[in-house]
T-cell receptor, first 114, second 118 residues
C-alpha cells in the first residue's frame, strides 16, 4: 500500500535561513512525488513534482526538492526562507498502481519568523 | 490554465438539511475529480473519486448515502451532504487533473468549501 510520512508537525525557521520540510514515502514501483502548499482557508497549490530524470527538482517560489531513491525521501528545500512562506505543506505520492489515487502526508506547518 | 472553481466558499446550514457543493474545471475537461475532507490541523482525507458518467468510487468508511456525488459532465462534479449534522462540519476540497490518465500531472484544487452545520 502507498503511504507518505511527514515526520515533523511543525518547522520553525528564521527569515533568510535555509529551510527543509521532510517527506518519506512507500509505494510499489516508481513513485510520482508532489509537493503542495496550502494557505489558510484555501485549497492547495501545486509547488513541484518528481516524475523521472534529475533528482533535484525546482518548483515555484524558489522551492526545490531532492528525490532520494535509496532513502525513499523527497524533502522540500529552500535556500532562504521568507515570512510569506509560512503555510501548510503537503507531500503526496502516486504509485504505479492505484489509478489516479494520490496519497497525501499529514502536512507540516512552516513558520518563518522575521 | 488548469483552473478549478469550487462553490460556495462558505455555507452555514441547519442540522437535518442538505447542502450541495459544486466543483467545475474551467478550462479543461476532467473525467475524474476527487473530493477531500480536511479536518482542523489534519491532512486531507480522500472521500471519493468522481467519475463522469458513472458512479463515484468511495473510500472505505465514507457513507455513500450521506455524501452523494454526481459527475454530470466533463466539467462539473457535485457533492451533496444529505441530512447534515454538526459532525459534518468541515472543509471540503475538490480537485482534478488536467492530465487525465497521465500520472505525471499534479492536481489542481478548488479553493475549498467551509461547511458549518448548526
Amino acid at each position: 500500500a502507498q503511504s507518505v510520512a511527514q515526520p515533523e508537525d511543525q518547522v520553525n525557521v528564521a527569515e533568510g535561513n535555509p529551510l527543509t520540510v521532510k517527506c518519506t514515502y512507500s509505494v510499489s514501483g516508481n513513485p510520482y512525488l508532489f509537493w503542495y502548499v496550502q494557505y489558510p482557508n484555501r485549497g492547495l497549490q501545486f509547488l513541484l513534482k518528481y516524475i523521472t530524470g534529475d533528482n533535484l527538482v525546482k518548483g515555484s517560489y524558489g522551492f526545490e526538492a531532492e528525490f532520494n531513491k535509496s532513502q525513499t525521501s523527497f524533502h522540500l528545500k529552500k535556500p532562504s526562507a521568507l515570512v510569506s512562506d509560512s503555510a501548510l505543506y503537503f507531500c503526496a505520492v502516486r504509485g504505479a498502481t492505484g489509478g489516479f489515487k494520490t496519497i497525501f502526508g499529514a502536512g507540516t506547518r512552516l513558520f518563518v519568523k522575521a | 490554465g488548469a483552473v478549478v472553481s469550487q462553490h460556495p466558499s462558505r455555507v452555514i446550514c441547519k442540522s437535518g438539511t442538505s447542502v450541495k457543493i459544486e466543483c467545475r474545471s474551467l478550462d479543461f475537461q476532467a473525467t475524474t475529480m476527487f473530493w477531500y475532507r480536511q479536518f482542523p490541523k489534519k491532512s486531507l482525507m480522500l472521500m471519493a473519486t468522481s467519475n463522469e458518467g458513472s458512479k463515484a468510487t468511495y473510500e472505505q468508511g465514507v457513507e455513500k448515502d450521506k455524501f452523494l456525488i454526481n459527475h454530470a459532465s466533463l466539467t462539473l462534479s457535485t457533492l451533496t451532504v444529505t441530512s447534515a449534522h454538526p459532525e459534518d462540519s468541515s472543509f471540503y476540497i475538490c480537485s482534478a487533473s488536467p492530465g487525465q490518465g497521465a500520472r505525471g500531472y499534479g492536481y489542481t484544487f478548488g479553493s475549498g468549501t467551509r461547511l458549518t452545520v448548526v
